[in-house]
Structures are given as structure tokens and as C-alpha cells.
């Protein structure tokens, strides 16, 4: 609230955080710096907490998805105004849902599957994960939050029954001329001006966010910028039924045949950027050169960034299996149970810090191995090149918090 009030009243606030609010299943992403100001939030369904409210005295009514990955992309504050009488509820940005013509029905109200989940932040990197189960749609998602903005991954999403599945990176209000490059243009100078398409899309830009997606097998990128129809009273029945319309901006990947073989998918998103920064992050997202992503399976989902001189500057990753994961500059991660870790590595001081939290909210203790000399309170050296870093994890009313050591690389 004060930051807001400064805003509101002229004075320039800068200040960047991610908070993990765990027991509420949320994080807040933000970033205020004079070059970029934006805010991302993301919420995921947890075994302790009801999804939504009961739509009592009928209001909510089409809240039937709200918690399943939502993710609120935000550089005005005007980027959802009034857009509910007319958005499509099975299109809640960051969800991955089965595609269906009609408003959703049933129950709108449950507790989250008991699969494991995360909601982690060493205060400057984030990260939410579940491992998603409703209505015959399962699958791995996991989101990564960083300086550029943030980066979503998918695995193994299935649907038990014939039909499509349809993840949503936005729906928001449209904001004016939409441009595109496509995956298969070599030549970043190939930009389109497009309202709509079905296609092989590899970048957008809408608003002052760009947002990037990898080409795979079996996904469509969808681009639809039309006019949208609806009213108030379907989603709260004491309002009225004149109708309203909007022109709204969608944007999402559509995968096919998910019941005879799992979805992959892998974006990002980068808000608050120029048209000129979109087309020179452009080559950059080619060359992998923001981030790369260094799995992302059923067994683990991570991104991480090196710099020119080998350095890991951060790993993130979510491990739904204990196991080893590796990066390009050769950098180990260990865990002996499943854990969300995040990796930060400053390279002018030479100092780390690796934060964890438990995947499936029963262990509360947490041995990561690393293929790094490191001191920190909680490290055990047992040679030159090898580190055993101790978690203990809280329960109780901090269940799920994350636990951050911090020291000093020595190699």
C-alpha cells in the first residue's frame, strides 16, 4: 500500500521481490526498476486449501478455475478491467484445460490434489509448481520467475478422454496492434502485423509484453484479438443481463491428441518491454542466451542461466523425483527428496544462496548434494569438489515455507 501511494503520488519507488505466500498457494512477482515495471502473480492448487469460495448468494459462478495455475500479467493495472462479463472461463491465463464451447459447470468449489505442489521465493527468484489432476486433465506445470519476467513449463499433460487441450499464456483486454514472428522465419526482420492466427507462432507482442513459445510437436499457437460477448449476470446473478462487449486479447497453445500421447509445452513471458527490446530479445530467445531450460520431464522441471565464463548465475527446478540434474556449465544439483531448489550465484562477491521447499509437504528434512566446494552453516564437505547442503523443514503452521542457506563458493 505504500508503494501504491507513491506511485499514485508522483515519486518514483523502485523495488523488486517475489513473495511466496505458501500457506495461501500464491506468489507475487515484481519488478520496478526505472527501465521496467511490471507484476506477475500465480496461484496453485494445494491439498490445504479450498480452491475458491462457495458461490454464495450467487456470485462466482464460473470461479470453477481460478486457482488451477492462474497467472495475472500486469504493467497498468488496466489489463483485466471489466473484462469478466465476457471472458471465456475455461481460458484463465496460466491454466491448461480441456477446450470446450460452453461456461464451466459442475462444482465449482474442492481442495487441491495431494500430487505435490510448490510455492517458493528466496525473495529475488520464485517458483509455483503442481502436479495437476481434475476433470480427466493431469499433468507437470511449473513456473519460474525471473528478472526478464517469467517462464512456464509443461509435461506430460494428458486428457483420459478423446478431445483437445488448450493452455492460455494471457486473455486480457486488447491494447492495440498486435505483432508476431514465426518459428519458422530465420529472419528476425520478418514481423507480422496479425489480429489473428493459427499457427507456428514463436514470438507476440501486445501491450508492452512480449511473450515467446517453443516450437513442438503437436501445439498450435492461437492468436485471437476479436470481439468478445457477454454480461454480467452469468457470473453473479444479481447483476445485469444487458449485454456487454469487449475486444479481447487471446493468446494460447492448443495440443492435439493428448489422450493417445502427453503435451509438452515451454514460454515465457517478458512484460514491460519496448517494441525495439521484443525484436532484439528475439535472437537472444533463440540463442537461448536469457535462459535455457535444462529439463523438463516427468521427473524434474528447471531453467537456469550461465554467464560467459562458465559461471551458474541461477538454477532453478523443480524435482517431483529425487535424482541428479546437471547444467550446460556443469553445475550438480542432488536432492534426496522432492524438493523445489533455486540456485543463486552472485559472481562479483562469490557468494550463493540455495533455498528449498518440499514438494509433498511430509519431509521435513532435505540433503541436496552439489559438485561445489561451499561454506554456509549448513554445509558438510566431504572432498574438494563435493558439498552436502542440510534443510530442515518446517511443519506446523509454516508448512510449506521456504528455507534459505546461504555462504560462500570456494572452488
Known amino acids: 500500500l505504500r508503494e501504491q501511494s507513491a506511485r499514485m503520488a508522483g515519486h ?142 509443461g509435461n506430460d499433460l494428458r486428457l483420459s478422454q478423446p478431445g483437445v487441450l488448450f493452455t492460455t499464456l494471457d486473455q486480457s483486454n486488447y491494447q492495440g496492434q498486435t505483432e508476431l514472428t514465426l518459428a519458422a522465419d530465420l529472419n528476425v526482420d520478418h514481423v507480422y502485423q496479425l489480429d489473428q492466427l493459427q499457427g507456428d507462432l514463436e514470438s507476440v507482442y501486445h501491450g508492452g509484453t512480449a ?10 499457437g492461437v492468436l485471437e484479438t476479436g470481439t468478445q460477448h457477454g454480461n454480467w449476470h452469468r457470473i453473479n446473478r444479481s447483476l445485469p443481463v444487458a449485454p456487454v ?29 519496448s517494441r525495439e527490446e521484443w525484436l532484439r530479445s528475439i535472437p537472444h530467445w533463440r540463442n537461448r542466451a536469457i535462459y535455457r531450460v535444462i529439463e523438463n520431464s516427468n521427473k524434474v522441471q528447471a531453467i537456469g542461466r550461465t554467464n560467459n565464463v562458465g559461471d551458474t548465475l541461477f538454477f532453478l527446478a523443480v524435482f517431483w523425483e529425487a535424482k541428479a540434474l546437471q547444467d550446460s556449465a556443469g553445475l550438480r544439483l542432488s536432492p534426496d527428496r522432492p524438493v523445489s531448489l533455486i540456485w543463486h550465484y552472485d559472481a562479483t562477491t562469490n557468494q550463493f544462496s540455495l533455498s528449498a521447499s518440499s514438494m509433498d509437504k511430509t519431509v521435513h528434512v532435505v540433503s541436496v548434494t552439489i559438485n561445489r566446494k561451499l ?22 503452521s509454516e508448512l510449506g515455507k521456504t528455507v534459505v542457506n546461504a555462504g560462500v563458493v570456494n572452488d
Open 12 to 153: 518514483n519507488f523502485e523495488t523488486s521481490q517475489t513473495l511466496a505466500y505458501w500457506r495461501s498457494a500464491f506468489l507475487v512477482h515484481q519488478h520496478n526498476t526505472s527501465e521496467r515495471s511490471y507484476v506477475i502473480s500465480s496461484r496453485v492448487l494445494s491439498p490445504q486449501l479450498w480452491n475458491t469460495d462457495w458461490p454464495h448468494n450467487d456470485e462466482g459462478l464460473l470461479s470453477h478455475y481460478v486457482s488451477d495455475g492462474a497467472t495475472m500479467i500486469s504493467l497498468t493495472g488496466q489489463e483485466y478491467r471489466d473484462i469478466f462479463p465476457v471472458w471465456n472461463w475455461r481460458r484463465i491465463p496460466g491454466t491448461t484445460l480441456r477446450e470446450l464451447p460452453n461456461d464451466p459447470t459442475g462444482r465449482v468449489r474442492l481442495m487441491g490434489p495431494s500430487h505435490g505442489h510448490a510455492v517458493s521465493s528466496d525473495g529475488h527468484f520464485g517458483i509455483t509448481a503442481m502436479r495437476y489432476d481434475r476433470e480427466g486433465v493431469s499433468g507437470n506445470k511449473a513456473w519460474f520467475f525471473i528478472d526478464d519476467g517469467m517462464v512456464a513449463l
Open 375 to 396: 561454506q554456509c552453516q549448513e554445509c558438510s564437505n566431504f572432498d574438494e569438489r563435493q558439498t552436502v547442503i542440510r534443510f530442515v523443514l518446517p511443519g506446523g
Open 245 to 273: 462487449e469487449k475486444r479481447v486479447f487471446t493468446l494460447g497453445l492448443r495440443h492435439l491428441n493428448p489422450a493417445t500421447g502427453p503435451a509438452t509445452y515451454h514460454y515465457a513471458v517478458f512484460p514491460g518491454i
Open 211 to 220: 511473450y515467446f513459445m517453443e516450437r513442438m510437436r503437436g501445439n498450435i
